[in-house]
């Protein structure tokens, strides 16, 4: 599902060219429509692959077409295939949450979870690395990253425990172009959760409103360890810098 990937780069990577919270809550609702829901929920969610660049050089060297110029035999214009800084790593994190907690079926390319960087073919398609061989050659670009190991772990894991997100339905709740915070809610039968997103450098307090039917308490599950009340079906929350908040209730029976 590359389209997906498309939208989420030029929202969570993109300076010059990043699209608002709406737009990209527009681009992916149009994306959802044209599949039924049996479809999108099995939507293979990547953000790259062996045929593009990986996905924190991507975060690394935004404001680009989607998987062009990227390759160091090609001389990509303005291609950077240095090792990525801090904050590439910090963006590429915040996909792994979008992927984790949409709609459809997430697909992480192996070695992005524990810290590969590099351009397109060959550089996407080095050997993996593994944490009892290291180290390697030039230790300091190639190792294990395993704060960024631990993340992908606790996402995945999130995912795991909650059934609502990998096969429930989805609601915009919020879409803020002021602070750039998107709210969604994934709910079924037994569970809802808001996942609310923020992809600016800066914390945003925002007021999500809740469907008629919404709980009033909720359970911080990322983020927030404090149970949060709404107020007049109106839940304000902080979401964190470039990081997410998972909130979680019961649904009503």
């Not at 049996?38 to 593009?52: C, F, I, K």
């Not at 772990?153 to 429930?168: D, E, M, S, W, Y």
């Not at 919404?214 to 304000?236: C, E, I, M």
Request: aromatic share 8%; net charge negative; charged share 25%.
């Amino acid at each position: 599902n590359y389209p997906f990937a498309r939208i989420a780069v030029a929202w969570l990577f993109d300076r010059k060219k990043k699209v608002s919270a709406s737009e990209a809550d527009r681009r992916f609702r149009e994306l959802r429509l044209a599949y039924p829901l049996e479809a999108t929920l099995v939507m293979q969610n990547l953000m790259n692959s062996h045929d593009t660049d990986r996905l924190i050089s991507m975060a690394f060297n935004p404001d680009r077409e989607y998987d062009h110029g990227n390759r160091a035999q090609d001389n990509g214009p303005n291609y950077n295939n240095q090792k990525p800084d801090p904050a590439a790593y910090t963006r590429a994190r915040l996909a792994a949450l979008l992927q984790m907690t949409y709609v459809g079926a997430p697909m992480v390319y192996y070695g992005d979870e524990v810290g590969m960087w590099g351009g397109d073919d060959p550089n996407c398609r080095k050997p993996m690395l593994w944490e009892d061989l290291q180290p390697y050659d030039q230790p300091d670009e190639n190792h294990v990253h395993r704060d960024h190991l631990a993340h992908y772990q606790r996402v995945i894991a999130l995912r795991n425990a909650h059934p609502a997100l990998r096969t429930g339905t989805i609601q915009t709740l919020l879409t803020d172009d002021a602070t750039d915070v998107w709210a969604f809610l994934r709910k079924d039968a037994d569970e809802q959760l808001i996942v609310a997103l923020n992809s600016t450098e800066q914390p945003h307090e925002v007021t999500i409103p809740l469907p008629a039917s919404a709980p009033t308490v909720w359970r911080g599950v990322y983020g927030p360890t404090d149970a949060l009340r709404a107020t007049d079906q109106r839940l304000k929350v902080t979401v964190p810098a470039l990081d997410g908040v998972v909130l979680h209730a019961p649904t009503p029976k």
